[in-house]
Nanobody, 121 residues
């Protein structure tokens, strides 16, 4: 599976962005998908995850109520809608695919290249 993340950019605090992650391969619908982020000097952290069917969804406490993960298996794409953005959301955001969706990096075997999100105060 190859992943291509897009949709990052510069936004003011309180604004919104929608990230997209397009996947290649006919088996996308069988993979769990996740979004992680990494700020300078910090470890990569879990943001949101969704199972292949969408029946399991999980969010980090820091984004719960503001971010929404979704997927369109017909388009081989997973999305991350980010609302009410805060300066502390500034990071490189990575999408990932794994045989099972989870909250930790080692559960994902495939990673996209990352897209920068910068939130100004």
């Amino acid at each position: 599976v190859q992943l291509q993340a897009s949709g990052g950019g510069l936004v003011q605090a309180g604004g919104s962005l929608r990230l997209s992650c397009a996947a290649s391969g006919r088996t996308f619908s069988s993979y769990g998908m996740g979004w992680f982020r990494q700020a300078p000097g910090k470890e990569r952290e879990f943001v949101a995850g969704i199972s292949w069917s969408g029946g399991w969804i999980s969010y980090a406490d820091s984004v719960k109520g503001r971010f929404t993960i979704s997927r369109d298996n017909a388009k081989n794409t997973v999305y991350l809608q980010m609302n009410s953005l805060k300066p502390e959301d500034t990071a490189v955001y990575y999408c990932a695919a794994g045989r099972v969706a989870g909250r930790v990096t080692y559960e994902y075997g495939y990673w996209g290249q990352g897209t920068q999100v910068t939130v100004s105060s």
